[in-house]
């Protein structure tokens, strides 16, 4: 069996970058031929120490290129990707090759899509966010600082100006979004879809598309101090992107207004400013997977605070594990994970956030109840990095027993 893993970056930018070259890495280790193929560098080492064949286009994304309106038409439509990836395929088995797609929207656009599809080969997309259904990707008004529940590329939808910036990308927004759909064949030319949550699967129902769902939770791919006995729970804990949708905000005010002491690891658009607002909150920037690690099992709590849906909540799942419970948004995809009382809470709003937290900072036996349970809990999870591709396999070969994607 061949795979070919489609996505914008080759080093990990988020949970979905991560989760491709998880996969991509582990893929190959349980003797599976893998193309890494990627636009933005530069590759992480541990794409260039694995078995994967990684082909990378040295392009900027749609934010780091100096000339804006060439990093518009790329995202659009990007030419060199899908010349890059004709060759690459060209070689290859369709009747034994899986074309999988993680993500496109900052650098790759939907134009490797056709391209495969055009070739013969079967396309799979792992349902990480909303672009396939939303032009912003997140079902997410940024000017409200509320979801959205307008029907995509409706006419409400085109008028309202829901971007983080100006109306002008909105609309741009809004063509990429049709030109993905219409040309680039983001539902019609792709065969399958895997869904990664409760969240996902609603949203893909709602297409109402021919594509073939396939459930499959994302991996915990953690190192084995993850296991180790923590030495202390000395602060809440926030990971993430330090942007408006994710509700940094929410969890710093908290946290200064209660008097607890609180951790944001993690980069973004917000970070300078929420570092100078917020003084007594700990700002640590992106760090590795280990670092990142010796944050959450010193933590007391992990808060989820996310104003978006989310189609998953990695660091939720990952937190759990390690016997670190969660306050997570209820809204989110994230929320799937918790049981109240057992490894956390589900909150609706900032006040219900500010009582839990209220509530264990006043009962150390409940936290000491939390832990306990939270551990124990996790024992039963099997979201191992191995476990996960085992079944990815098994979802491969059922798509190319499928027969011809024309």
Not at 104 to 110: E, G, P, R, V
Not at 226 to 232: C, G, Q
Not at 239 to 248: A, F, L, M
């Amino acid at each position: 069996m061949n795979v070919v893993i489609l996505n914008d970056y080759g080093n990990i930018r988020g949970g979905a970058t991560k989760v491709a070259i998880d996969e991509a890495i582990e893929l190959a280790r349980q003797g599976v031929s893998v193309i890494y193929f990627c636009a933005v560098g530069p590759v992480s080492n541990e794409l260039t120490n694995s078995n994967v064949n990684v082909i990378c286009l040295n392009q900027h994304d749609l934010l780091g290129n100096p000339r804006k309106h060439i990093a518009m038409l790329q995202a659009i439509w990007n030419l060199k990707a899908s010349r890059k990836l004709r060759e690459t395929i060209s070689m290859l088995d369709r009747s034994d090759t899986v074309v999988h797609l993680h993500g496109w929207t900052k650098a790759l656009s939907s134009s490797i899509v056709r391209t495969a599809w055009k070739m013969g080969f079967k396309v799979v997309y792992t349902y990480h966010d909303f672009f396939s259904y939303c032009p912003n990707g997140g079902l997410y008004n940024y000017k409200t600082s509320k979801c959205c529940d307008l029907v995509p590329m409706s006419t409400r939808c085109i008028l309202t100006n829901c971007d983080s910036r100006n109306y002008f990308i909105k609309l741009y927004r809004v063509l990429r979004q049709f030109v993905q759909t219409h040309i680039g064949g983001m539902t019609s030319k792709i065969h399958s879809c895997i869904s990664i949550s409760a969240v996902t699967d609603k949203y893909l129902k709602q297409m109402k598309t021919s594509l073939i769902v396939h459930q499959l939770r994302n991996a915990i791919d953690l190192p084995e101090i993850a296991i180790s006995a923590p030495k202390n729970r000395d602060y809440y804990l926030y990971i993430g992107r330090v942007s408006p949708e994710k509700g940094v905000d929410i969890f710093c005010e908290s946290c200064e207004k209660l008097g607890v002491d609180g951790v944001v690891v993690g980069d973004g658009s917000l970070k300078k400013e929420y570092e100078s607002k917020y003084p007594s909150i700990s700002f640590t920037g992106w760090l590795d997977g280990e670092d990142i690690v010796k944050y959450i099992q010193s933590a007391k709590i992990l808060v989820f605070p996310s104003r978006w849906y989310e189609t998953f909540g990695l660091t939720v799942y990952e937190a759990l594990y390690m016997g670190v419970p969660c306050l997570v948004a209820s809204h989110t995809a994230a929320a799937d994970a918790i049981i109240d009382r057992v490894n956390g809470y589900k909150f609706k709003n900032k006040d219900e956030l500010e009582a839990r937290i209220i509530q264990i900072e006043n009962n150390p036996e409940l936290l000491d109840h939390l832990r306990r349970e939270t551990l124990r809990s996790s024992q039963k999870l099997d979201l191992s990095i191995k476990s996960h591709v085992i079944r990815l396999r098994e979802i491969y070969a059922k798509i190319l027993s499928e027969g011809s994607v024309h």
